[in-house]
């Protein structure tokens, strides 16, 4: 018997023992140091290693990772397809780091002739799949009438195909267009708080300089009353971080977190295409979770507005097994797309309006690059050389495409995620007993 080539092992964070999970074969398990010894030594006194999987038999293992991989394609075949639509890239903020300021401006303007061909692209392309459109930006809610008739129009056809939709807004106006959302299945409206009032306001401001704080709240607020659900998004640098714990008193305070319909997500501000946040404002992933960690442990009241992942740290904690093995984690081209208005097709939201990155148009004609299409969908950790022989592939799914051929030049390499160092700190905070 061997060491499964899947194992991975993690000291947990503040204590002598270790943690021990197998994705391939769905176990987890706490170890002594002195366990783990017998474990590298291959040494299965009791038998308890193989019968978790952890030592096993090297032919054995490759046939439950093809099943595993045979599943994990089935199962992505039925999967919900999200679909982006950008209505337009112009926004009226000027946060100090979009990451969409080195796109070129389109020249041409939304039409409803536009929207036709998208509705018809997406029931021929992607009929009999379950879908849901997410209208994304620049900032899809801008102000104005011509903005908001062909929002207008943008919702009466998703209420036409039966497709519920979701908004990426920075949500400034969004109190202003909750009567039209009201008109259709609302999936979620994701919007931006970078922190409380001040720590906001010094990064997501109009471009004229304007405060935006009170009027995002107002929106979210309105929202929730209107059983529409918000998921708030922080995007965290060096610059706001430590404003996380007041602005988790904030959202408990307004009585947000008691609500079914609200929904937190912490994004890290990084370099995707173009990014104006100066690097040494900016958090890796590790250095990001560690730090919330640390915040979690001297404000536990962080817990109650935001409960990080940790890897699958969190998803074990609350479903007391382990996910599915994941053979890949962008779901670009396979379970995303991404259309804007100019009859443009990409393959998510981090190439969208990037150019260079098109895959072919819906209007007005359909064309399609297939070679550049296969590329995005033909990857995987099974093509990825270096996933090939990583313990942690089966966690990780090879990471973002598009950063990695922003990074490497190719979108068949990976971009690694810190799976350890992840696992270390959320096993100490949800799963183990000190």
Request: net charge negative; glycine share 6%; hydrophobic share 35%.
């Amino acid at each position: 018997m061997k060491s499964s080539k899947h194992n991975i092992i993690v000291p947990v964070k503040d204590s002598a023992d270790f943690f021990i999970v197998n994705p391939l074969y769905k176990s987890a398990d706490f170890i002594l140091a002195e366990e783990l010894v017998l474990l590298q030594n291959e040494q299965d006194t009791n038998g308890e290693f193989s019968e978790r999987n952890y030592l096993v038999d090297e032919n054995e293992e490759k046939k439950a990772f093809k099943l595993a991989y045979l599943d994990f394609q089935d199962t992505r075949e039925e999967d919900e397809i999200q679909l982006f639509f950008v209505p337009n890239y112009s926004c009226n903020f000027a946060c100090s780091y979009c990451y969409q300021e080195g796109y070129s401006p389109a020249e041409s303007k939304m039409t409803t002739e536009v929207v036709d061909a998208f509705f018809d692209y997406i029931g021929n392309e992607f009929a009999g799949r379950k879908k849901y459109i997410t209208v994304f930006g620049g900032e899809p809610l801008l102000p104005g009438e011509n903005q908001r008739k062909i929002i207008e129009y943008l919702l009466q056809k998703s209420g036409e195909a039966k497709l519920d939709v979701a908004f990426v807004t920075n949500g400034y106006t969004l109190a202003s267009y909750v009567d039209l959302l009201k008109t259709v299945s609302i999936r979620e409206v994701q919007v931006t708080v970078d922190g409380t009032k001040s720590v906001h306001d010094s990064r997501r401001y109009m471009k004229g300089g304007q405060s935006t704080f009170d009027k995002i709240i107002e929106g979210i607020d309105l929202c929730l009353q209107n059983n529409i659900s918000i998921n708030l998004r922080m995007v965290a640098d060096k610059d706001n971080l430590e404003n996380l714990p007041e602005l988790a008193r904030f959202a408990i305070g307004k009585g947000w977190t008691k609500s079914p319909l609200f929904k937190t997500q912490i994004g890290r501000n990084y370099e995707l295409h173009v990014c104006n946040s100066s690097p040494e404002k900016l958090y890796t992933r590790a250095e990001l979770y560690e730090r919330i960690y640390e915040q979690m442990k001297e404000h536990p009241e962080i817990i109650e507005f935001y409960k990080p992942g940790f890897s699958i740290a969190k998803y074990i904690a609350e479903n007391e097994e382990l996910p599915s093995p994941l053979f890949d984690s962008c779901p670009a081209c396979k379970t995303e797309w991404a259309f804007d208005f100019t009859g443009t097709i990409y393959s998510c939201t981090a190439t969208v309006g990037k150019k260079g990155e098109e895959l072919g148009t819906f209007y007005p004609a359909v064309t399609k690059n297939e070679e550049a299409i296969s590329q995005w969908q033909d990857r995987d950790i099974t093509t990825i050389e270096k996933c090939k022989t990583c313990e942690v592939a089966l966690v990780c799914g090879g990471g973002c495409a598009s950063v990695a051929k922003n990074k490497n030049g190719s979108t068949n390499t990976p971009d690694c995620r810190p799976i350890k160092e992840l696992l270390s700190l959320g096993v100490a905070a949800y799963l183990h007993q000190s």
